[in-house]
């Protein structure tokens, strides 16, 4: 039962108004226990309740996968291995694994894309585990992606060509390791907003992506966002609440 229902309830006479209070307090809470789904975050937020499996046991994961499939709610799992994903399909059928990404994502049913779509350009091939968790959460929240691969500013004249597609975008998520350069070199052509993703990729001094952060973080170029190292799924659920404004 909804608040609506519940507060027309409590009018009518049907609830009286210490349980009414006590039905509304719990509305949109999956207790399990060690975990407590939040299954209205959706309708609250624009992003739904997320997996996040680093930390957790692959028992717990399962448990909370096998709730929210029952409850109809879909399913996206960051930071999963092939344990975890093996663990999950053995409650919830259908499941779809990237091992690239670290994800594993189900949907009740047919998922809808936006028309307008998000650019997720990564400098190199070692950025693309980031790139793959921003794609897949992305499409996982209704969004069109382009995929805009390998394009970094070691052979900068790779970009030049794919330009088009990258400004034809409403928003762009840039994944660099390294010196991080890339997105304020996009950042400097375009004007959309960009969503840079430092990542942890690089030798020594890259201080596990604290260089690219910082590089970023300082970047000259306006209209550029940046998020913390490695997080490709929250570069995807900014995007996809830029995408989404009307």
């Known amino acids: 039962m909804g608040v609506n229902e519940l507060l027309k ?78 663990s999950v399909t053995e409650v919830v059928s259908g499941a779809v694994f990237n091992p690239q990404a670290k994800t594993i994502v189900y949907h009740h049913k047919t998922n809808k894309h936006t028309n307008d779509y998000i650019a997720v350009v990564a400098a190199g091939t070692s950025d693309l585990p980031v790139a793959e968790e921003a794609v897949e959460t992305a499409n996982f929240l209704g969004n069109k992606v382009e995929r805009i691969y390998d394009v970094g500013v070691a052979g900068i004249h790779r970009l030049f060509s794919r330009l088009e597609l990258i400004r034809g975008a409403r928003v762009i998520i840039v994944v660099a390791g390294m010196e991080g350069a890339l997105p304020s070199v996009v950042g400097g052509l375009v004007d959309k907003p960009v969503i840079a993703v430092p990542t942890s990729v690089g030798y020594g001094a890259n201080l596990g992506g604290v260089t690219a952060l910082l590089a970023m973080l300082n970047s000259c170029a306006a209209g550029i966002s940046v998020v913390n190292i490695d997080n490709g799924f929250g570069a995807a659920c900014q995007a996809s609440l830029i995408n989404k404004l009307k």
């Open 9 to 86: 309830s409590d009018k009518s006479g049907k609830l009286d108004l210490e349980e009414t209070l006590v039905q509304i307090k719990e509305q949109g809470i999956e207790d399990l226990g060690f975990a407590k789904i939040d299954s209205s975050r959706l309708e609250r937020t624009g992003i739904p309740e997320v997996i996040y499996s680093a930390g957790k046991t692959k028992e717990q994961v399962q448990q909370i996968a096998e709730r929210m499939y029952k409850t109809g709610i879909d399913i996206l799992v960051t930071r999963a291995s092939e344990e975890i994903f093996q």
